[in-house]
């Protein structure tokens, strides 16, 4: 019951309102200032909120724990994407380092888009887990490099690009920076703004994700490069990756909500600081193969089928 509740949610229904209005070639668009306005808006709304989450609960162990938790994810989940892409899929070793990348690095938008689902089930996410998403985007990056061996071919100033573009990501920046300001700040100081980063929330999410539909199924439909396997491992990724995540939480002992978020965050697939990593370490590897998979395969299971999913296993698995 509560995954169908989910998927009848504004939010998901304006992704396939997105979805559906590409596939049937209708000329809807979200304009790209907008685009990118909606983009910032939640990234600083996300990490405003939870800064001011931790101010009021404090530091603990197991923030500690689920942050260490979240960085080893990072740097395995390549490991066993790229084992499946060589195999399976049978990619050459720097389109699958490429891809393995993407599945152990994070989508910012399906962690926002989960906590959101999960806060109007009662199971809301503790406030940490916004620096442990932003902990998770940079070792993937690291251990699919390593795995094509692209970094190596790098010259010295390539390579402090990108670290630079690793590092100080936009999306990284805005979401660690917001963080600080929510926890130095604290909820009194929080609530004259609170109307603007809380009350508005969900109502631009679903502008922001009307437009992820869009862009999703587009890729979907224009990508020459996607065979029957990598979209098969598409699915197969997050539901593997979400499995190690949600067995994870389950160790360290989370409450469902933060374990289904956690959970979440390792069968999510980066679309936007990975690629833009692959594409100044590993120039030739192929776009049509690493980002549609991650932004038009994984990213709709996901939001479609995963959170749902992962709200109605993590109560079972994490009580």
Same mark, same amino acid.
């Given at each position: 019951?509560?995954?169908?509740?989910?998927?009848?949610?504004?939010?998901?229904?304006?992704?396939?309102?997105?979805?559906?209005?590409?596939?049937?070639?209708?000329?809807?668009?979200?304009?790209?200032?907008?685009?990118?306005?909606?983009?910032?808006?939640?990234?600083?709304?996300?990490?405003?909120?939870?800064?001011?989450?931790?101010?009021?609960?404090?530091?603990?162990?197991?923030?500690?724990?689920?942050?260490?938790?979240?960085?080893?994810?990072?740097?395995?989940?390549?490991?066993?994407?790229?084992?499946?892409?060589?195999?399976?899929?049978?990619?050459?070793?720097?389109?699958?380092?490429?891809?393995?990348?993407?599945? %152990?690095?994070?989508?910012?938008?399906?962690?926002?888009?989960?906590?959101?689902?999960?806060?109007?089930? *009662?199971?809301?996410?503790?406030?940490?887990?916004?620096?442990?998403?932003?902990?998770?985007?940079?070792? +993937?990056?690291?251990? *699919?490099?390593?795995?094509?061996?692209?970094? %190596?071919? #790098?010259?010295?100033?390539?390579?402090?690009?990108?670290?630079?573009?690793?590092?100080?990501?936009?999306?990284?920046? #805005?979401?660690?920076?917001?963080?600080?300001? *929510? #926890?130095?700040?604290?909820?009194?100081?929080?609530?004259?703004?609170?109307?603007?980063?809380?009350?508005?929330?969900?109502?631009?999410?679903?502008?922001?994700?009307?437009?992820?539909?869009?862009?999703?199924?587009?890729?979907?439909?224009?990508?020459?490069?996607?065979?029957?396997?990598?979209?098969?491992? *598409?699915?197969?990724?997050?539901?593997?990756?979400?499995?190690? %995540?949600?067995?994870? +939480?389950?160790?360290?002992? #989370?409450?469902? %909500?933060?374990?289904?978020?956690?959970?979440?965050?390792?069968?999510?697939?980066?679309?936007?600081?990975?690629?833009?990593?692959?594409?100044?370490?590993?120039?030739?590897?192929?776009?049509?193969?690493?980002?549609?998979?991650?932004?038009?395969?994984?990213?709709?299971?996901?939001?479609?089928?995963?959170?749902?999913?992962?709200?109605?296993?993590?109560?079972?698995?994490?009580?």
């Amino acid at each position: 019951m509560a995954a169908f509740e989910t998927l009848l949610s504004p939010v998901i229904l304006f992704f396939v309102l997105g979805v559906l209005a590409a596939a049937a070639r209708s000329d809807l668009s979200v304009p790209e200032p907008l685009a990118k306005s909606l983009s910032l808006y939640l990234m600083a709304a996300i990490g405003l909120k939870g800064g001011v989450q931790v101010s009021q609960a404090g530091f603990s162990p197991q923030l500690l724990q689920a942050a260490l938790a979240g960085l080893t994810l990072s740097f395995a989940l390549p490991l066993l994407a790229f084992a499946l892409l060589r195999a399976f899929a049978r990619l050459d070793r720097l389109n699958a380092g490429a891809v393995a990348a993407h599945y %152990g690095s994070v989508s910012i938008v399906t962690f926002v888009t989960v906590s959101d689902a999960l806060t109007r089930s *009662g199971m809301a996410p503790a406030g940490y887990m916004v620096a442990v998403m932003a902990l998770m985007e940079t070792p +993937a990056i690291i251990t *699919g490099l390593l795995l094509a061996r692209g970094a %190596g071919t #790098l010259s010295g100033g390539q390579r402090g690009k990108l670290l630079r573009e690793v590092l100080l990501n936009g999306s990284v920046v #805005l979401l660690l920076g917001a963080f600080l300001i *929510g #926890l130095a700040i604290g909820k009194q100081r929080f609530e004259p703004i609170a109307p603007v980063f809380v009350t508005g929330f969900t109502g631009l999410l679903c502008l922001f994700l009307l437009d992820m539909g869009l862009i999703a199924m587009r890729r979907l439909r224009d990508s020459r490069a996607l065979t029957w396997r990598l979209i098969a491992l *598409g699915v197969v990724l997050p539901l593997v990756n979400g499995s190690i %995540g949600l067995a994870t +939480a389950a160790l360290l002992g #989370l409450d469902p %909500g933060t374990g289904a978020a956690l959970a979440m965050l390792a069968a999510s697939a980066s679309y936007i600081a990975v690629p833009a990593a692959v594409r100044l370490a590993m120039p030739d590897a192929d776009p049509g193969i690493y980002l549609s998979m991650s932004l038009a395969v994984t990213f709709p299971f996901n939001i479609l089928l995963g959170i749902p999913l992962v709200i109605q296993l993590a109560p079972l698995v994490l009580a």
